[in-house]
């Protein structure tokens, strides 16, 4: 006596569905896995300036701390990303990057020379220029643009920019680490 199954047709109809459902199990796991690895090949665009940025922040803080060896280094880092900016990524802002880069050089390979009097004597004029190419071309984090009534009183006083929402003034350091006031945030 042969043995059949009493479902002949459920069991065609039942390995026709199942070879369907393997194979859009298979399609949908392929879509995943390829939809998966481009979202990882396409990674969010990298600021070309966020070195600089990173660098003068670091010379900003060594000058917080009345720190005239650490602002050489800052400075130094800071010319070498300045130098080093790649051009073909700035697109539309390569104009306005072309129109400060020469200016921030030269402040920043003063600075490197120099004693911390003159780091912050030249430090105002950075920060203008760095002001300039920030709003320009953003920070990925929101920065922090402050003014100083009295340093540079003749000229109407001087002005930086922090990741700090705190102000910790760069032209006098502890003599009065709390002069000065918020104007701007950039975003």
Known sequence: MSRTTPYPLAVN???????KLIILIAAITFTIVLYGQTLQDVAPPV???TAVYES???????????DEKTAQSAAAALSKNLIGVPMDKLGDNHSIWMGYQ?????DAGSIRKSNIDQQRKLFVSLSKNMYEVMKAVKYEKPV?????????????????LSLEKEV???YYGSKMLTCGSLTE???
Do not use: R
């Open 13 to 19: 109809i039942g390995s026709k569905v199942m070879k």
């Open 47 to 49: 600021n070309p300036l």
């Open 56 to 66: 003068y922040f670091a010379l900003k803080d060594a000058l917080v701390k009345s």
């Open 102 to 106: 020469s200016k921030l050089v030269t």
């Open 144 to 160: 922090y643009y402050f003014h100083c009534p009295m340093y540079n009183k003749k000229n109407g006083g001087a002005n930086w």
């Open 168 to 170: 910790k003034n760069p």
């Open 185 to 187: 945030t950039i975003k």
